[in-house]
């Protein structure tokens, strides 16, 4: 899960955060001289762990040379709800929480866990980020999260080598595709890996399809359950799902290899020693186990298409981020206010884009302070979606349907991946799944 989500006039614009009055305390001063933050230590939780854990430590490290204040960093794991919520009841909150899911965020603010951000962080929202972002952070009208890390969810990565062979060029449609796709699995390469172990991928094919075919509004729509998963167009994205899952020439190893495939042995059958697969649908992040495991150079032989447009509509951008948050009962709400004011800033978001791994969804962030020509692309592409941008739909439901291994949409799709046949009674698994966790 960690896998998916697994998102100018910097020095004035932090001076001029972290010189507000944070949280309705006195002034927190950005450095220089007097570092008014130091003998403080803020403790920031969040999902990650690993590389990204390591460069998000620099994040915190350049905070506290700028404040003075240290910070220690918990890894939650997964399960962010379940660990924050016996840290608040045993006393020990968190000051900051990064927050992965829509869901988690809106689940937070209604238990009274979460303060409002200050007028300064809110400003900078206003001036740095398209107002979707703002929106998916706000929760009945108070703004509680600021994203700091997006992920750009709507990326076809591919063998350049494999497409050259068929003498493909990457398609600007989904029917293009899907003949490219032809193409490719005749010249004896089938074309995609599709990691249907992992329910979470396949949500994020359907979505990408359903937020183009049927377009934002409709998406927005079925996101919050304001119209039933039985609905035509949800039936009609499944069908066109469907016609990829159901051809056993586009799909390595067939439904039954692609039901035995999870994420990292899906990139692995296309950049892996032994190709097995031409493309792989998945978010940027596909490029850092292309990279890290596989030895791929982004940009030469590992790169990406963006998810081409389906029946006449506009290519999807799905995307998926991770929200800071600060918690009410953190004993530290001065230094965290002024770290959510930090974070807001492009200088911010820099030192994790130098290091790598990372998009912002900050508009104000120079693209030159992306490390690769690839990431610079990907950064772009999801900045230029301004509003069009939509959020993982799995991480907006309840978690019983959107979230959990086994039941709910992952285990539905899977059971679709595994026969396709009948989109409609898809659809109407789906509703009664969605039906019942929706009410609870």
Not at 28 to 48: I, R
Not at 115 to 143: F, H, I, M, Q, R
Not at 349 to 356: L, P, Q, T
Request: proline content about 5%; glycine content about 12%; some cysteine.
């Amino acid at each position: 899960m960690t896998l998916r989500r697994m998102t100018t006039a910097c020095c004035s614009a932090l001076t001029l955060a972290l010189a507000a009055t944070a949280c309705g305390g006195g002034p927190v001063s950005a450095g220089g001289g007097g570092k008014e933050l130091s003998g403080q230590t803020l403790d920031v939780a969040g999902v990650w762990s690993g590389a990204e854990q390591k460069n998000f430590q620099k994040v915190l490290d350049a905070f506290t040379e700028k404040t003075g204040a240290k910070t220690r960093f918990v890894s939650t794991g997964d399960n962010v709800s379940t660990v924050v919520g016996s840290k608040i009841e045993g006393g020990n909150a968190p000051d900051v929480v990064m927050v992965p899911q829509v869901g988690v965020l809106q689940q937070f603010a209604r238990q009274k866990w979460l303060k409002p951000l200050s007028e300064t962080a809110t400003k900078a929202v206003d001036t740095n980020y398209a107002p979707v972002w703002k929106n998916y952070g706000s929760v009945d009208g108070a703004l509680y999260g600021l994203y700091f890390k997006a992920a750009h969810k709507s990326t076809v990565w591919y063998s350049p080598e494999a497409l050259d062979q068929a003498g493909v060029k990457p398609p600007k449609t989904y029917e293009e595709m899907l003949r490219s796709g032809q193409t490719v699995s005749d010249s004896g390469l089938p074309a995609f890996a599709v990691a249907g172990e992992d329910g979470w991928t396949l949500t994020d094919w359907f979505e990408n399809i359903y937020l183009s075919q049927a377009g934002p509004e409709k998406y927005d729509q079925l996101a919050k359950h304001e119209i039933a998963w039985t609905d035509p167009t949800v039936v009609k994205a499944l069908t066109t799902l469907g016609t990829l899952f159901s051809d056993k020439k586009l799909v390595a190893g067939g439904q039954k290899g692609a039901l035995g495939t999870d994420f990292p042995g899906s990139v692995e059958k296309v950049f892996g020693p032994e190709p097995e697969a031409a493309m792989v649908y998945e978010g940027d992040f596909v490029a850092g186990v292309a990279k890290d495991q596989f030895g791929r150079k982004i940009g030469e032989d590992a790169t990406f298409f963006p998810f081409p447009a389906v029946e006449g509509g506009k290519a999807p951008v799905v995307s998926g981020g991770d929200a800071a948050v600060v918690l009410k009962d953190g004993k530290n709400q001065k230094a965290a206010m002024a770290f959510l004011e930090y974070l807001a800033t492009p200088e911010a978001a820099a030192v994790w884009a130098e290091a790598g791994g990372f998009l912002s969804p900050n508009k104000k962030l120079d693209l030159a302070a992306y490390g690769d020509d690839t990431l610079r692309e990907t950064a772009k592409s999801l900045i230029d979606a301004g509003d069009s941008v939509r959020f993982d739909m799995s991480d907006q439901a309840p978690a019983a349907f959107g979230g959990t291994k086994g039941v709910g949409e992952w285990k539905i799709l899977q059971d679709f991946l595994r026969d396709p046949s009948n989109p409609a009674a898809t659809a109407a698994a789906l509703e009664g799944a969605a039906a019942k966790a929706y009410k609870g």
